[in-house]
């Protein structure tokens, strides 16, 4: 994505975020193959559309691979369970400041104005819900949850 | 001073690893004298010196127990100053001794009450005859003594980060360089040309930059023999056993990350060699073995490997044994007990196994050997062991003398590139179909003249096996126990020097993958351990498509 275009699309989230007022927050909603999802902007580091991630030997789900983001090699997990191509991944970090992506396809940012999840999305604690987002249901998550549902709540993974 | 603010105190941590130093050099004059060195003057007035320290810095950091232990063998020695010839073999090692619990004093000062000084033990010299000794060398000049400074081990290990980055990002650069000048006209075959220079110049000063960094974190193994001395004398002293350590080659440099993860394995392996593997006296003497057992630590460089052998003279392991123990364990044996060239005590190295007679506080619940194996896989290393019942029984480790530039082998199967240590890999080849044969349900190579087993991997990895060009094969030949194995792969690309790096901590660990490099593309590419991937694939015993009879 050319940098003009980022700017582009900051300068816009910014300006509805004014807009929107005070206990709006901005997420990220997503389709992780098995559902959608709704993630705390600033709780994602970067977003990487058609990334290239080199599998595991023998991989466990969610383990997919690991990607190079940058010069930093991020452990890839996904939530999917079909055969959908999930294009993008969100690079996100734990409570442990340790980063970690996430597949998804279909992701966009969206302003929700609600004083509960605006309290509780950037939470360091597993803390999820449900929002009507479009019409649909939609669970908005902390990070700390997602790493709870993918690694069991450790920051390292071991077997 | 209360112990928690001494934790926090960086002064005391900086005395605590000086009194070490310093007790590593009183241990190093001894062992000197015990093996027949002259006991000089000068000697005794360095070791003096370092207790004097030890005690003077101890009492500023009111550990009054480590002072007083100090004081005491000052107080032992001090005899001996105009007479340092008569210091005889156990008066040595009660000064081993002491220096041993001054150590652990120092180790443990939080758990040792502060207050109540040790009374002075005055212990008598010792009467017997002094050991002969050689006539005493001219004493170094001044000259000769190097400079040193102290470095925090965080310092150099930046340095050695920063080297590699750097050694990762010329890898890239040269590869982009090759990539986007590949036409061949005058103009781009000269800047070619001088680029190779530039190259070639960088490879080489790379490559000084880490050794000089390395080199500051190179340790002799000497560190680890002194805790095996301190673990036998420690175990000696409560046993009726007689034992004789043999030690060659302390003086071999090995980086101190492998210092440091080798020295509990090679502490738990003389712990069985002296609990489980030497017989009581009159035992050994039974069987027309001499009454002193002997234990063995040798340690060698063999190419850019090192090599440590421990081996005992003792009653050796029963096969037969390990099998029966592993079936009562639910280990899965997978038909080993009927290959004749199964490594039967590799087992040992399974978690849980131990097939000692009995638990003792030493040894004996299972828990060691396996430690022992994963500690040296990560280092890239193999651990064997060869037993011979009544006879004795000998582990060889080999690990790479640098735990950090790895050279490695590039190779693919079901489409994804993978890399491998090439520290176990003997010989690389294409062969045909023909050359494979089946015998019992188990696939043998060929190797000229020799049959050897050959597991195809790709079955076990990630992705669809190709199926193409079945009539060439790619095979890796491994050593494996005191044979060799040949892995089939989908083809071997070549052989890279490669950074190994630790998988991310929410990275998926499995037995099988050592961790992870970066290519010179920027793609990050599995190192994986081809031995525990072929005992992978020979527990799914897939077959190849043609079979052939053939009677070996």
Not at chain 2, 543 to 551: D, I, N, Q, T
């Amino acid at each position: 994505m050319p940098l003009s275009e980022i700017f582009e699309q900051q300068r816009e989230i910014e300006g509805a975020q004014s807009r929107a007022g005070e206990n709006s927050i901005t997420m990220l909603c997503l389709d992780t193959g098995s559902s959608r999802i709704a993630i705390a902007l600033e709780s994602a580091r970067e977003v990487v559309e058609h990334p290239h991630i080199v599998g595991y030997p023998i991989a466990v789900k969610p383990h997919v691979g690991l990607a190079n983001v940058r010069g930093s090699v991020v452990p890839v997990v996904s939530l999917g369970t079909g055969e959908c191509k999930l294009n993008t991944m969100i690079v996100l970090e734990s409570a442990g400041k340790q980063p970690f992506a996430l597949l998804a396809r279909d992701v966009r940012p969206v302003i929700l104005k609600d004083s509960n999840i605006t309290a509780n999305s950037r939470s360091t604690s597993p803390t999820s819900g449900v929002v009507s987002i479009d019409g649909r249901p939609i669970r908005w998550c902390s990070v700390a949850w997602l790493v709870q549902r993918l690694f069991g709540g450790n920051d390292s993974v071991s077997r | 001073m209360s112990d928690s603010n001494l934790l926090d105190d960086p002064i005391f941590a900086e005395f605590r690893s000086e009194a070490k130093e310093l007790l590593v050099r009183v241990r190093m004059a001894c062992r000197s004298w015990d093996s027949g060195a002259p006991v000089t003057p000068e000697a005794l007035n360095d070791v003096l010196r370092h207790l004097h320290t030890i005690k003077g810095n101890s009492a500023m950091f009111e550990l009054s127990n480590t002072q007083a232990a100090a004081h005491a063998l000052e107080t032992f020695l001090i005899p001996f100053k105009n007479s340092a010839q008569n210091l005889a073999s156990a008066d040595i090692l009660h000064v081993q001794t002491e220096a041993d619990r001054i150590d652990d004093l120092l180790e443990n000062f939080d758990q040792v009450p502060t207050e109540t000084p040790v009374a002075d033990q005055a212990v008598a010299p010792s009467r017997a005859e002094p050991k002969p000794r050689s006539s005493p060398a001219a004493p170094a000049s001044a000259s000769s003594i190097e400079e040193m400074i102290r470095v925090p081990l965080a310092r150099v290990n930046d340095t050695l980060n920063y080297t590699w980055e750097i050694f990762l990002l010329r890898n890239q650069l040269s590869y982009l360089v090759e990539k986007h000048h590949a036409s061949s006209n005058e103009e781009n075959y000269e800047f070619l040309q001088k680029w190779e220079m530039i190259d070639s110049a960088m490879r080489r000063n790379i490559s000084e930059l880490e050794s000089a960094a390395m080199g500051m974190r190179m340790r002799t193994v000497s560190v680890i023999y002194d805790r095996v001395d301190k673990v036998c004398r420690s175990y000696l002293a409560t046993s009726a056993k007689k034992v004789e350590i043999v030690r060659c080659g302390e003086n071999v440099e090995v980086d101190k990350l492998v210092v440091d993860l080798l020295a509990e394995p090679m502490v738990h392996l003389i712990r069985n060699a002296l609990d489980h593997g030497i017989e009581l006296p009159e035992v050994r003497v039974a069987s027309g073995k001499p009454e002193i057992g002997k234990v063995s630590l040798v340690t060698r460089v063999d190419g850019d490997q090192v090599e440590i052998t421990i081996s005992d003279d003792g009653g050796g392991i029963d096969a037969d044994k390990v099998l029966a123990k592993a079936r009562a364990c639910g280990i899965d044996i997978g038909g080993i007990e009927d290959d004749p060239d199964a490594d039967v005590l590799g087992l040992i190295f399974h978690s849980g196994l131990s097939t000692a007679e009995t638990i003792t506080n030493v040894s004996g619940r299972g828990v060691g050997t396996d430690a022992v194996k994963t500690a040296v896989s990560e280092m890239g290393g193999t651990v064997r062991v060869v037993s011979e019942l009544g006879q004795g029984t000998t582990f060889v480790i080999r690990i790479p003398l640098s735990v950090s530039v790895l050279n490695a082998l590039l190779f693919e199967a079901n489409g994804a590139l993978y890399a491998t240590s090439i520290s176990s890999v003997v010989e690389v080849c294409r062969a045909s179909i023909d050359e494979l044969h089946i015998l019992e349900d188990e696939t043998f190579f060929d190797l000229r003249g020799t049959f050897i087993p050959c597991l195809d991997i790709r079955p076990a990895l990630a992705g669809s096996v190709d199926k193409q060009n079945e009539q060439d094969i790619s095979l890796v030949i491994v050593a494996r126990g005191d044979g060799f194995v040949a892995v089939r792969v989908s083809n071997v690309v070549q052989h890279v020097e490669l950074v190994l790096k630790k998988l991310p901590p929410l990275a998926l660990n499995h037995s099988t993958v050592s961790g992870y490099s970066i290519l010179h593309t920027g793609q990050p590419v599995f190192v994986l351990d081809l031995d525990e991937l072929a005992q992978l694939a020979k527990a799914r015993r897939h077959r190849f498509p043609r079979e052939v009879a053939h009677a070996s």
